[in-house]
């Protein structure tokens, strides 16, 4: 009897080198190892992203194949992050994944890891049901933010993006500006579980359409938090949860409103969330709140689908293999990578 094929897929679009092996859509490993060497510059500097990876992905995708139980022979498909991302850390990936591929002779699969957010409900151990289609996907990471019509597995419009930065910079640069580390979003949704949201009150852009801008918002945090520590240097220490509370919230009520927006011009209310942002508790909370008030069927994905992992590549993979959806070894990364192309 022929058995399921195994796909293992390769994520290096940024800072995370991950592996991960999937079968009938069942995830046998997923291994991801996050790059520290980031945090003291503020930010991903890209030179050492790409050295990171080279560092990483031999023992990481050794290790995603020691934890599934299998050999290396084992392996049927081979998927990898083309883009979009960071042009040498996707690079790395793809030589990988070609010279992988080449050597056990079996498919090489190129996947769009923005699409793999939005898929990432499809793992088997996602949901007791995937969302049926059509959805909406809110698609919240450091790089995007769009809300996504999924028609099919490969059928997605995107109805609105942001204009400027995404929802994660929003959250990462206005933690740098209340002091806090790279990335500063799970920083700044620690120490908002204490604070206040109403205590101070963030402007909220006036965008038509279903498209986002932050950067007022930004300036806004900036230009207040730099008047109060004017009158009080200790300003940010003594205020810190309530500053973080009042900014999550300020960034999941921009979010909210779109989103209630586009299910109120589709009709469509399966609404699920996916990318990095995604794993904000409060985020989560208000849209399990606004969907239990609107009766929209909510798909929240696990935490560790959330942020970057090589599952939801695989796990693409594995859907591109069934549709005989292979590349040749001359595919090249692609930093900037339209959603809508395959
Ligand atoms: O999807 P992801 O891992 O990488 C990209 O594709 O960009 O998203 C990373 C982003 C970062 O901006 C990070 O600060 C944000 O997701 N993030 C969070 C939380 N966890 C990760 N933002 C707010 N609250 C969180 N709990
Ligand atoms: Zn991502």
Sequence with gaps: MKHSPVILG???????????????????????????????????????????????????????????????????VVAFTRGPGLLGSLLVGTSFAKS????????LIGI?????????????????????????????????????????????????RTIDDAAGEAFDKTAKILGLEYPGGPLVDRYAQGGDPKKFVFSKPKVKGLDFIFSGFKTHVLYFVRDRLKIDSGFIRTQLPHLCAAVQWTIVEILLEKVKKAVEETGINRVALAGGVSANSELRRQFFEASFERGW?????????????AAMIAMVGQLKYERRLFDSLDIVPCARYDMISL
């Design 10 to 76: 390769i994520e290096s679009s940024c800072d995370d080198t991950g592996a991960a092996l999937i079968q009938d859509g069942y995830v046998l490993s997923n291994v991801i190892a996050s790059q520290e060497v980031h945090r003291k510059y503020g930010g991903v500097v890209p030179e050492l992203a790409s050295r990171s990876h080279q560092k990483n992905i031999i023992p990481v995708v050794d290790s995603a194949i020691s934890l599934a139980n299998i050999t290396q022979k084992q392996i049927d």
């Design 297 to 309: 069927q909510l798909y929240l994905p696990k935490i560790e689908y959330t942020t970057d992992n």
């Design 112 to 160: 769009n890891h923005i699409q793999a957010h939005v898929l990432v409900h499809f793992i088997k151990d996602a949901h007791d049901h995937p969302p049926d289609f059509p959805f909406l996907c809110l698609t919240v990471s450091g790089g995007h933010t769009q809300i996504v019509r999924v028609d099919d597995f490969f059928e997605m419009t995107v109805l609105g």
């Design 100 to 107: 992988l591929a080449m050597s056990l002779d079996v498919p």
